[in-house]
């Protein structure tokens, strides 16, 4: 058991890059020399346009500038499958200035404005449940214990709305591996902090707090699924859940839990927040899926903020959310239909 | 204070003055949405927006007649048809912004959006509902179908503001996020409360014979 978790090709069946197939850092850096060489010759203005384009692909996390608010938090390029997606990342300030956060406010304006009273120092996330070695990291150790990388995933909110954002962080099996579950472990449950002296929304009935999530443990396991502790280059402002969170980039943006204080190892599957409070239109696995609607609206089209203009015509969702090729493994042979 | 009310609501401005305030939201939107200042995901806010201006200038043109009479402003009685055909037209651009940003105008699909699920039929039932109204709202309508019949079809009103309250409900539900459904509710729920107590009292004197209009 133990074994096949933690075993790396634990997704195997997939074609992933070896590592002599991934372009070296260097080869790549030359080639966007010469691209920009090119552009900055006598080829005239399409060309430029052409060449910086496929620069950018290249390498996104380039394009995306630091936004120079928050202390700097950077990671290397990240070598997991399906880790690197080429698509345009959503500007800093709409990624943080459109959030559901709960418990600063059901708007989604409401984090931005309040969630600057969240402390987040001194900060302990607790590993407890079935691990032999359960205890408390401080948050100093957690960004120490594994190298950070930065990922750019798709996020696709239930509501229907995507961004592409540039995380940092690893995985969270790095973790998981460190604490050493046991066997009887089958799921990892996620809670997160729910302070109401710093957090106004927790005041309201809206959810039963503390916001709950939880994965089944080959989820958890899987390379792809992040414990973030930054995005675009910097530390996690406070509304996009600091000072550490999930990002499950395969399912709906409610599973990715903000501001972390523990993580359970349990044995039955937990009851996550949403679908306490609305079991009809919120499952448990809550994979990204345009075959399944939500009860009132559709799911086969998304609006990607900040990109697609108001009249655009919105664009299909892939199936979890265009992460099939690395997690599709995970749910052979069970019906998404039922198990949303 | 009645008096001043009064005074200001037979100035030969006070019409033009509340259709211009009337679609201030309208010319904020397309401003807005020009200028790129509806937030991250302005198709929301257009549609969220004129979903809200039309519940809001629903509970308008239903506090006239309330306001009307206990007020002593017969002026009222004169914006009542602006109000209402404002409520059209916001829930016309509400209905026309699901159309175009959210489905694309892909009539198929919005038909079968609107059979599926039943916070869209709901809604678009308030808006077929409202139609005839906004169709038989200028003077020479009244006379055709015959002022009684006229009042009786505009009662419709109450049925559309209860289909608009649950499609808002509806709306929220997902989020157990009620705290706006109830404040529209208690508006309309009061201002009908108001009637049916004022009816049911009219019937009441009448029947006793001791009242004579």
Same mark, same amino acid.
């Given at each position: 058991?133990?074994?096949?978790?933690?075993?790396?090709?634990? %997704?195997?069946? &997939?074609?992933?890059?070896?590592?002599?197939?991934?372009?070296?850092?260097?080869?790549?850096?030359?080639?966007?020399?010469?691209?920009?060489? $090119?552009?900055?010759?006598?080829?005239?203005?399409?060309?430029?346009?052409?060449?910086?384009?496929?620069?950018?692909?290249?390498a996104p996390s380039e394009a995306i500038a630091r936004?120079?608010? $928050?202390?700097?938090? =950077?990671?290397?390029?990240?070598?997991?499958?399906?880790?690197?997606?080429?698509?345009?990342?959503?500007?800093?300030?709409?990624? /943080? /200035?459109?959030?559901?956060?709960?418990?600063?406010?059901? %708007?989604?304006?409401?984090?931005?404005?309040?969630?600057?009273?969240?402390?987040?120092?001194?900060? =302990?996330?607790?590993?407890? +449940?079935?691990?032999?070695?359960?205890? !408390?990291?401080?948050l100093d150790a957690l960004l120490k214990l594994s190298p950070m990388e930065e990922r750019i995933y798709r996020l696709r909110c239930v509501e229907g709305w995507s961004m592409v954002v540039p995380w940092v962080g690893y995985?969270?099996?790095?973790?998981?591996? *460190?604490?050493?579950?046991?066997?009887?472990?089958?799921? @990892?449950? &996620?809670?997160?902090?729910? %302070?109401?002296?710093?957090?106004?929304?927790?005041?309201? !009935?809206?959810?039963?707090?503390?916001y709950v999530e939880g994965l089944r443990m080959d989820e958890a396991m899987h390379p792809l699924t992040l414990l973030s502790f930054g995005m675009y280059g910097e530390v996690l402002p406070n509304q996009n859940g600091a000072p550490v969170r999930l990002v499950v980039p395969w399912k709906y943006g409610f599973k990715s839990a903000k501001s972390l204080v523990k993580i359970r190892f349990v044995e039955k599957q937990p009851v996550n927040s949403w679908g306490r409070s609305a079991?009809?239109?919120? +499952?448990?696995?809550?994979? @990204?899926?345009?075959? @399944?609607?939500?009860?009132?609206?559709?799911q086969a089209s998304e609006r990607r903020i900040g990109e697609d203009g108001l009249f655009a015509k919105k664009r299909k969702t892939l199936m979890f959310n265009g992460y099939e090729a690395q997690v599709g493994q995970l749910y052979a042979g069970m019906d998404l239909k039922k198990l949303y | 204070m009645?008096?001043?009310? *009064?005074?200001?609501?037979?100035? *030969?401005?006070?019409?033009?003055?509340?259709?211009?305030l009337c679609s201030l939201p309208f010319?904020?939107?397309?401003?807005?949405?020009?200028? %790129?200042?509806?937030?991250?995901?302005?198709?929301?806010?257009?549609?969220?927006?004129?979903?809200?201006?039309?519940?809001?200038?629903?509970?308008?043109?239903?506090?006239v007649t309330p306001l009307r009479v206990t007020l002593g402003l017969p002026e009222l009685a004169k914006l009542r048809r602006m109000f209402g055909l404002f409520t059209y037209f916001y829930v016309v651009l509400h209905l026309l912004c699901y159309s175009w940003l959210d489905m694309g105008f892909e009539w198929p699909e919005i038909a079968l959006d609107i059979a599926k699920r039943p916070f869209i039929l709901v809604g678009f039932s308030a808006f077929v509902l409202l139609t005839p109204l906004? $169709?038989?709202? &200028?003077?020479?309508?009244? !006379?055709?179908?015959?002022?009684? *019949?006229?009042?009786?079809?505009?009662r419709l009103v109450y049925v559309v503001a209860m289909l608009?309250?649950?499609?808002f409900f509806w709306m929220r539900a997902g989020k157990n996020n009620f705290a706006e459904v109830f404040v529209y509710a208690s508006v309309l729920f009061v201002l009908l409360a108001w009637r049916v107590v004022r009816s049911s009292m009219w019937h009441h004197l009448f029947r006793l014979g001791g009242f004579t209009r």
């Open positions: 058991m133990h074994r096949h978790l933690f075993n790396r090709a634990s %997704d195997s069946g &997939f074609m992933h890059p070896l590592g002599s197939e991934i372009t070296p850092q260097q080869m790549y850096m030359q080639r966007r020399d010469w691209l920009r060489q $090119l552009a900055a010759g006598a080829a005239g203005v399409s060309l430029v346009a052409w060449a910086s384009r496929d620069a950018m692909a290249q936004p120079g608010k $928050l202390a700097p938090l =950077t990671g290397a390029v990240s070598r997991v499958s399906g880790a690197n997606t080429m698509e345009k990342a959503t500007p800093y300030a709409d990624a /943080s /200035s459109y959030n559901n956060f709960y418990e600063f406010g059901t %708007d989604k304006a409401d984090p931005a404005k309040y969630a600057h009273t969240l402390q987040t120092k001194p900060w =302990t996330v607790e590993i407890e +449940g079935l691990v032999k070695k359960p205890g !408390r990291f401080d995985s969270l099996a790095e973790l998981i591996k *460190r604490v050493e579950p046991l066997g009887s472990a089958k799921y @990892v449950e &996620f809670i997160t902090q729910a %302070d109401p002296k710093t957090m106004p929304g927790v005041r309201s !009935r809206v959810l039963d707090w503390p079991p009809q239109e919120y +499952g448990f696995y809550s994979n @990204v899926n345009p075959n @399944v609607d939500h009860p009132r609206w559709s | 009645v008096v001043a009310l *009064r005074h200001a609501l037979k100035h *030969r401005s006070a019409k033009p003055a509340l259709w211009l010319v904020w939107l397309v401003w807005g949405a020009a200028n %790129d200042a509806l937030g991250a995901n302005p198709a929301e806010y257009v549609i969220r927006a004129t979903g809200d201006w039309t519940l809001r200038l629903l509970c308008v043109t239903l506090a906004a $169709l038989t709202s &200028f003077n020479r309508a009244i !006379r055709w179908v015959g002022a009684k *019949r006229w009042q009786w079809l505009h608009a309250v649950l499609h």
